[in-house]
């Protein structure tokens, strides 16, 4: 079986930043090992309030029996996890969706994070790593305290271009500003993949960007899962493509919308796309 749902005890669980926790916990060994963008739906609170498993990406595989996720308190369920302490013991479904592709033809990969966007965005890069690619990540964030993990990365020999809202730290501004600043002046020998991970404004400006240039890039979606398999069409995204109908399991239904555009499942089909594929004013 791909995924499956485990109790995980939590090994670690820090206030890395202002409202960003960083939790450690234990991955049992008859829990397939996640991919690069794979993520987990975790029940948050110690009894069924709030009763929705909330999405949470895979941070970092520590070792072969421990996994980290990196989450920013946003509402309720992230707040009832964020009180959860050690030895804790959490109710997880996954590894679920599908994750990062890194095409072979490639030399270079851009990364784009925006805030907590840089979650699985590590684990990404170390596998971009071992694969031998040359790798540049662009982060922002509305102030210094969203910018995260630059030493973990740096620790990985990337070259690092950061920029905030307010000017905080790295170069004031949009990270798709200095994104495209960097990308004017290609490299012709480069063979470049771009990888997207943030709020769905600076996703849809990344992939405009990568159009413009003719880079492909790959985007890691967000939207509100209730169940995360894939069953209760919550988490549905317009995309532009005509040639696949989305059909729910065992109901033998589908989802046309009324100009027959069709729509595809961010936590069974994602949450990683093709960003051309997305029709992002749907
Ligand atoms: C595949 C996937 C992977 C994710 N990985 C991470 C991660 O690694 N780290 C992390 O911090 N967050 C991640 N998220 C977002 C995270 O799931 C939400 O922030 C969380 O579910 C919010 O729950 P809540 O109860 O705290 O907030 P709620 O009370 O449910 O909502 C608070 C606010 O956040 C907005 N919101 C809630 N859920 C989402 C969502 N899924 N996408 C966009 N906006 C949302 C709501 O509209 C509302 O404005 C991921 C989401 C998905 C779909
Ligand atoms: S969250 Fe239920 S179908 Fe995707």
């Given at each position: 079986?791909?995924?499956?749902?485990?109790?995980?005890?939590?090994?670690?669980?820090?206030?890395?930043?202002?409202?960003?926790?960083?939790?450690?916990?234990?991955?049992?060994?008859?829990?397939?090992?996640?991919?690069?963008?794979q993520?987990f739906?975790?029940?948050?609170?110690?009894n069924?309030d709030?009763?929705?498993r909330?999405?949470l990406?895979?941070?970092?595989?520590?070792?072969?029996?421990?996994?980290?996720i990196?989450?920013?308190?946003r509402?309720k369920?992230?707040?009832?996890?964020?009180?959860?302490?050690?030895?804790?013991?959490?109710?997880?479904?996954?590894?679920?969706?599908?994750?990062?592709?890194?095409?072979?033809?490639?030399?270079?990969?851009?990364?784009?994070?925006?805030?907590?966007g840089?979650?699985?965005?590590?684990?990404?890069?170390?596998?971009?790593?071992?694969?031998?690619?040359?790798?540049?990540l662009?982060?922002?964030?509305?102030?210094?305290e969203d910018i995260?993990?630059?030493?973990?990365?740096?620790?990985?020999?990337?070259?690092?271009?950061?920029?905030?809202?307010?000017?905080?730290y790295?170069?004031?501004?949009l990270?798709?500003?200095?994104?495209?600043?960097?990308?004017?002046?290609p490299?012709?020998r480069?063979?470049?993949?771009?990888?997207?991970?943030?709020?769905?404004?600076?996703?849809k400006?990344?992939s405009?960007?990568?159009?413009?240039?003719s880079?492909?890039?790959?985007?890691?979606?967000?939207e509100?899962?209730?169940c995360?398999?894939?069953?209760?069409?919550?988490?549905a995204?317009?995309?532009?493509?005509?040639?696949?109908?989305?059909?729910?399991?065992?109901?033998?239904s589908?989802?046309?919308?009324?100009d027959?555009?069709?729509?595809r499942?961010v936590?069974?089909?994602?949450?990683?796309?093709?960003?051309?594929?997305?029709?992002?004013?749907g």
């Amino acid at each position: 079986m791909d995924s499956k749902q485990f109790i995980s005890t939590i090994k670690t669980h820090t206030e890395v930043s202002p409202d960003y926790f960083l939790l450690s916990m234990e991955l049992p060994s008859e829990v397939k090992r996640p991919k690069p963008g794979q993520f987990f739906m975790i029940k948050v609170g110690r009894n069924n309030d709030p009763l929705l498993r909330r999405p949470l990406s895979i941070h970092r595989l520590i070792s072969a029996d421990t996994v980290q996720i990196l989450y920013r308190v946003r509402g309720k369920g992230t707040r009832v996890l964020s009180k959860r302490v050690l030895g804790e013991r959490l109710d997880i479904l996954g590894p679920l969706g599908k994750g990062f592709e890194i095409p072979s033809q490639i030399n270079e990969a851009i990364l784009v994070a925006g805030g907590v966007g840089i979650a699985p965005l590590f684990p990404l890069a170390e596998e971009l790593k071992r694969a031998g690619k040359s790798i540049k990540l662009f982060i922002g964030g509305k102030n210094r305290e969203d910018i995260l993990c630059e030493d973990d990365f740096r620790s990985l020999g990337l070259e690092i271009y950061i920029s905030t809202e307010d000017g905080s730290y790295g170069k004031g501004g949009l990270v798709t500003d200095i994104l495209e600043d960097y990308i004017q002046t290609p490299d012709s020998r480069l063979q470049t993949q771009m990888y997207a991970c943030g709020p769905k404004l600076m996703l849809k400006v990344v992939s405009e960007i990568a159009r413009f240039y003719s880079l492909p890039c790959y985007v890691s979606l967000e939207e509100r899962m209730a169940c995360g398999i894939g069953a209760c069409l919550g988490c549905a995204v317009k995309t532009r493509v005509q040639s696949s109908e989305l059909r729910v399991k065992g109901k033998n239904s589908r989802l046309r919308t009324p100009d027959s555009r069709l729509y595809r499942l961010v936590c069974k089909d994602g949450p990683v796309f093709n960003a051309e594929e997305i029709d992002w004013d749907g």
